[in-house]
């Protein structure tokens, strides 16, 4: 079945089996691959991308239901990887070996929007990715960092 | 912890088990144009092999052909003066992406911002012979801050287990920790010559003597005539430069260097924060099919058969192929199993017909015996036995009979898999006489030899193309992802086709930690200390198990000890996961020694402090200090709210002396709700330095980590057997923390000793088990002593 589905801006026309999960509709049709496969049942986190503004754990959804929403992956957060959380990432050196780290700023992101100077308590809510290197403490400090940049007007495109 | 352990048992190298394809008779091209045309639209026509090293895409790592001639073989400087270097291990999160290129810019004395580290060629390290000036480490290592931490080689290993001594980049495995301490002699060598050379030619260009000639950030002058030059304009030059006496040629001591040292941030980042890294299931070729594998869930076990008919027609699906056990001599001896996998046009596909497609497997009955309770009585009977004694110092039972009291006690861990969060995977082309393979893998050699025995194509012809890795704890590339996706591929020919298993298939691929228990019993004085020591452990043989960190000398004195152990034979492929044996071997020796120190009355810190004082152990000063260094950085003795306690370890490694060391102590303060709920909330930690750190902020990445590794590892995480099966398969049964477990607080210290590191990649913050143990004995009277915590009422009144 062909539906179009609209990544990052673009507007794409996919042929894919409609109950295909959106993650690898983004994948393996669109052909952005910033967002990761690890678990497959919507446990982990490393799938996350905005559907319409919001955080989902993408492996878990039919790519139909993104029918008609814009969709936004990392590869979207900026065309520069200048976005404040980017730049608040790279600061405190995040990442380890990187592959949960799509998700864990696509989490982050949707949390700085709707809290735009989030608690701890926030933090501790909202993102609830899995990170097996261990790099919570440092995105922690970035997410704060972030709050920081984008309160101070540095803006990226989303 | 002898480096090699893991060898040792292993069978000698015997003929692999090779998939043969190829009738008797038919030469290869013949072949495969026939079974092109037996499978129509099947294979694709022949993909162009030699451009595979030219398919690279914004994000990708591995080695190209570089457009302009390299200066040695870590090196290439292009006239932009970018500096590409080669680095031969595989980034999995540690930053030796960022560490190698370091140390080879130290020396190198290039702009460090125009550095572009690169994969290694595996495929050159097949051909070309390491250059003579890197075969000699002057002084001994690491008792002299000029030398290096020579790899231990052993025999040469064709298969790359340990490295091979003469190849051109030595060393390509990423395990142990090892990778500054074995790489940091050659890098700093590699980036030396081709800065004398550099200067070489420039000084032969403008004929002066050498001599008079400075090289810094990637420009030479020549002071008295005022001229310069860049290292892009004179590189070509270099390239055909020798140097004349390259085994004069030194590096610099730790009091000389500039950038090493220096807190760097990890050259890979901005790609990591923009998705653009390519992990290896990130890899696009033209014409790639997937495979989606299922494996017999029973260790041993293999296919009985499959209907592939019942998925035939489902889309995309184009065959299935059926593998045998992967060869045990090119996993090291780790019995995996036969599995059959579906080829679709894309991996979903693959996956929803694999899960329709009916198999039944051949089940090992003996296998399907095993369960978690059955093993672990095997386990406690055998520390009723005497075991193989490794250590028996002094008179162990008379020193029992006059002791003033008796402490005995028996711990447990479980097994533990690597659980990294990128699922197992590789794509693979098989094509005249060539082997094409894009992994992430710790163990290139190995998995280059392993196609070669695979397919019977030359070691020479197999090229790796190395992506990054979503995590590895453990060396990926043992484990059978690499021989599965050759399997299948070579059953393919001509076809690039990318296999990746499904987080389920992740958690029987993987290697574990192997399930232990160890029962420790101690005399005691009539002041409470230790005067005879029994140690027995029981942990599965053949990785890493019982022969881990109690296996030379006790590190707190003790006059009569003995150590023995046992290693059962299970069916679980056991071998390296981080931390390896000497994690819960160090939850084993820290527990007790609370549990002593309780018995004895005396502060836990004191208590450790007096018995390393009394030992002749070489680095005992700097075991000390760690200990001091944590308690005073945590306040140590303060009062705590109820509900709240500190609790400190030891962790050390190379402590016995054998040239090297790695050493820390951490306090840990630990809240336990009445309701049971454990918080980590602060670490102190106190770290030693060696000479110098190459660096420290990667470093202080890697402990916070490990903390959170080791935290799981004492409060979450377990691998259960039930019927032969690993139960815990995807992250609903196999729990990872989440941010809001992280400890608000983390502080980390150095401190400076005198001799090389080990390394401190995988066994530090083992102290988060006990100490966690501890804290939760003393504010709720409970004490546990099997793994993991949260399985256990931690309720308090």
């Known amino acids: 079945m062909a539906f179009e589905l609209l990544v990052n801006g673009t507007l794409h026309t996919v042929d894919a089996d409609p109950q295909t999960p959106l993650l690898w509709v983004i994948r393996d049709y669109v052909g952005l691959t910033g967002t990761k496969f690890s678990c497959g049942i919507g446990q982990c986190g490393a799938c996350t991308l905005h559907v319409d503004g919001r955080a989902i754990r993408s492996c878990s959804v039919p790519a139909t239901t993104a029918i008609g929403k814009p969709v936004v992956t990392i590869e979207g957060v900026s065309p520069d990887g200048r976005h404040p959380i980017q730049v608040a990432w790279t600061e405190l050196d995040a990442p380890q070996c990187g592959y949960c780290q799509s998700g864990m700023i ?53 | 912890m002898s480096e090699n352990t893991e060898e040792r048992g292993v069978p000698a190298d015997t003929e692999a088990n090779v998939v043969t394809r190829e009738p008797a008779g038919v030469n290869r091209r013949e072949f495969l144009a026939t079974l092109a045309a037996a499978q129509g639209a099947f294979v694709l026509g022949f993909w162009m092999p ?69 994969y290694a060629s595996a495929n050159r390290d097949a051909r070309e012979k390491a250059p003579e000036w ?25 298969k790359g287990v340990s490295g091979i001594p003469d190849s051109l980049y030595r060393r390509m495995r990423t395990n142990a920790a090892s990778s500054v301490k074995d790489g940091r002699y050659y890098l700093q060598l590699a980036g030396a010559e081709a800065r004398e050379r550099l200067l070489l030619a420039a000084a032969e260009l403008w004929s002066v003597p050498v001599a008079e000639l400075t090289a810094k950030n990637s420009i030479i002058a020549h002071a008295s005539s005022g ?26 001591s730790p009091d000389q260097w500039t950038l090493m040292g220096t807190e760097q941030k990890n050259l890979d980042v901005p790609l990591k924060v923009t998705g653009k890294t390519v992990y290896g299931i990130d890899v696009r070729l033209p014409g790639m099919k997937w495979a989606a594998v299922k494996t ?34 090119l996993t090291r001896g780790r019995v995996f199993s036969g599995g059959v996998a579906v080829i679709a046009d894309t991996w979903y596909q693959a996956k929803t017909a694999l899960d329709r497609m009916p198999i039944e497997w051949k089940i090992p009955p003996e296998h399907a015996a095993f369960n978690t309770a059955n093993m672990h009585e095997t386990l406690l009977a055998a520390l009723d036995q005497p075991g193989r004694v490794r250590v028996n110092q002094g008179e162990v039972e008379a020193a029992f009979a006059r002791a003033a009291k008796i402490v005995e ?37 190995e998995t280059r030899f392993s196609a070669a025995k695979i397919t019977g194509i030359p070691e020479q012809n197999v090229h790796l193309h190395l992506c990054h890795l979503g995590g590895g704890f453990g060396r990926n590339g043992n484990g059978p992802q690499a021989e599965h996706a050759i399997m299948i591929a070579n059953a393919n020919p001509g076809v690039p086709i990318h296999m990746l298993w499904t987080r389920e298939e992740d958690f029987i691929g993987t290697t574990y930690r192997a399930m232990g228990a160890a029962r420790l019993k101690a005399g005691l004085d009539a002041d409470g200390w230790p005067i005879a020591l029994d140690v027995r452990t029981a942990m599965q043989g053949g990785g890493f198990g019982p022969e881990a960190s109690f296996d030379v000398i006790s590190r707190y004195h003790v006059s009569n000890y003995r150590y023995s152990t046992h290693a059962p034979t299970f069916h679980v492929p056991v071998g390296t996961r981080r931390g390896v044996g000497q994690a819960a071997h160090e939850f084993y020796r820290e527990s007790f020694m609370d549990e002593l120190a309780h018995v004895a009355g005396r502060d836990p810190y004191r208590y450790r402090r007096e018995l390393l004082a009394r030992t002749n152990l070489p680095y005992k000063d700097d075991m000390i200090k760690a200990l001091d260094m944590a308690a005073e950085m945590s306040g140590w003795g303060t009062p705590l709210p109820q509900g709240k306690a500190r609790a400190i370890a030891l962790e050390e490694r190379g402590a016995e002396g054998n040239g090297m060391a790695t050493i ?116 709720t009277g409970k004490r546990f002593r099997d793994l993991p915590y949260d399985k256990h009422d931690l309720r308090w009144s």
């Open chain 2, 409 to 445: 006690a028996t711990y447990s861990t479980p097994y533990l898999p690597r659980a990294r969060m990128e699922p197992g995977n590789a794509t693979v082309l098989v094509s005249n006489d060539r082997v094409d393979i894009w992994i992430g893998d710790q163990s290139p050699q």
């Open chain 2, 134 to 158: 890197t075969l000699k480490v002057p002084g001994q290592g690491a008792t002299d801050p000029k030398g290096g931490g020579e790899p231990t080689f052993a025999n040469r290993d064709p």
């Open chain 2, 227 to 252: 001229r310069t030059t860049t290292y892009g304009q004179i590189a070509h030059r270099a390239a055909k430069t020798p140097h004349p006496h390259p085994e004069t040629i030194t590096i610099k």
């Open chain 2, 664 to 779: 820390s102590a951490m306090v840990h303060t630990v809240s336990v709700s009445r309701e049971g709920k454990v918080r980590l909330e602060r670490v102190d930690v106190a770290h030693d330095t060696g000479f110098g750190l190459v660096n420290p902020l990667s470093v202080k990445k890697q402990i916070e980590g490990q903390i959170t590794w080791f935290y799981n590892d004492a409060m979450h995480q377990a691998s259960t057997i039930a019927d032969g099966r690993i139960v815990e398969n995807n992250f609903h049964a196999f729990p990872i923390s989440r941010i809001n477990e992280d400890p608000p607080e983390i502080n980390i210290r150095f401190f400076p000793t005198g001799h090389w590191l080990i390394g401190m990649g995988h066994d530090r913050a083992t102290s988060v088990q006990s100490a966690i143990g501890d804290a939760i004995f003393q504010i």
């Open chain 1, 106 to 158: 696509m989490s982050a992101l949707a949390l700085l929007r709707q809290r735009p100077a989030p608690s701890d308590a926030d933090i501790d809510a909202q993102v609830t990715n899995a990170c097996r290197c261990g790099t919570y403490h440092r995105v922690r400090k970035a997410i704060h960092l972030a709050a920081d940049l984008m309160k101070k007007g540095v803006t990226g495109t989303v």
């Open chain 2, 50 to 118: 030699q451009k595979a090293d030219a398919q690279t895409r914004p994000g990708a790592v591995w080695y190209e052909e570089p457009a302009t001639p390299e200066v040695n073989a870590w090196i290439v400087i292009s006239p932009d003066d970018t500096v590409t270097i080669r680095i031969a291990q595989t980034e999995l999160g540690q930053g030796v992406w960022t560490s190698n290129a370091m140390m080879v810019c130290e020396e190198l004395q290039c702009d460090w911002t125009k550095v572009r580290p690169q």
């Open chain 2, 296 to 329: 017999c869930p029973v260790y041993g076990g293999d296919v009985k058969s499959y209907d592939f008919e019942a998925i035939r027609k489902m889309p995309g699906v184009r065959s299935a192929v059926q593998f045998p056990i992967p060869d045990p001599a």
